[in-house]
């Protein structure tokens, strides 16, 4: 039996219904007036981006050693499935997790200036971000290839440059 082998990425963010801004406009030599209810209300998001490997199984996860991602739960979760290798990194190194990047990318682009009534707004904002990443493979290499790390083969075999 041919299992597909793959390195999962793990990380959790915050998001919440204060606005992000990005850009602002007025005429020239006015001051932008921005009108929000600054609430308050926030919530955390988990994320998992998952990134081919060309090689048997077993599969892996890689998340950072932050205390919140390594409660009992996750332990016992962790323990009851024998399939999964669960590394860490280094909870003062989120430069080397490429899902720090995913939610980089949705906070500038889909939650940029969203003024948000609701903390659903703000996760179905997330959802279409999700959605673009999604139906694109080139980011999830991107941010992997940002961190420095590396997977052989480096790329996939579809999105190798032809030379």
Same mark, same amino acid.
Request: aromatic share 6%; with cysteine.
């Given at each position: 039996?041919?299992?597909? +082998? ?18 602002? $406009? ?25 990134? &081919?490997?060309?090689? #048997? ?12 991602? /390594? ?11 024998? /399939? ?5 990194? &280094? +909870?003062?190194? &989120?430069?080397?997790? #490429?899902?720090?990047?995913? /939610? ?7 939650? +940029?200036?969203?003024?948000?009534? $609701? ?26 290839? $940002? ?7 480096? $790329? &996939?075999?579809?999105?190798?440059? +032809?030379?």
């Amino acid at each position: 039996m041919n299992k597909r +082998a793959w390195i999962v990425f793990l990380d959790e963010s915050g998001v919440s219904l204060l606005l992000q801004i990005r850009r602002t $406009h007025s005429p020239r030599g006015r001051t932008p007036l921005l009108r929000h209810r600054l609430n308050w209300k926030r919530t955390s998001m988990a994320r998992a981006l998952r990134i &081919p490997l060309h090689r #048997p199984p077993p599969r892996g996860a890689v998340r950072d050693d932050l205390s919140a991602h /390594w409660s009992r739960a996750m332990r016992a979760w962790v323990a009851e499935h024998d /399939w999964l290798t669960l590394e860490r990194l &280094p +909870a003062c190194a &989120p430069e080397l997790n #490429p899902v720090e990047l995913l /939610w980089s990318s949705l906070k500038k682009r889909e939650l +940029a200036n969203l003024i948000g009534d $609701h903390l659903a707004d703000v996760a179905d904002a997330t959802g279409q971000g999700i959605h673009r990443i999604n139906t694109n493979p080139r980011p999830p290499w991107s941010f992997l290839a $940002h961190t420095g790390l590396t997977i052989h083969p480096p $790329h &996939p075999p579809n999105l190798r440059k +032809a030379q």
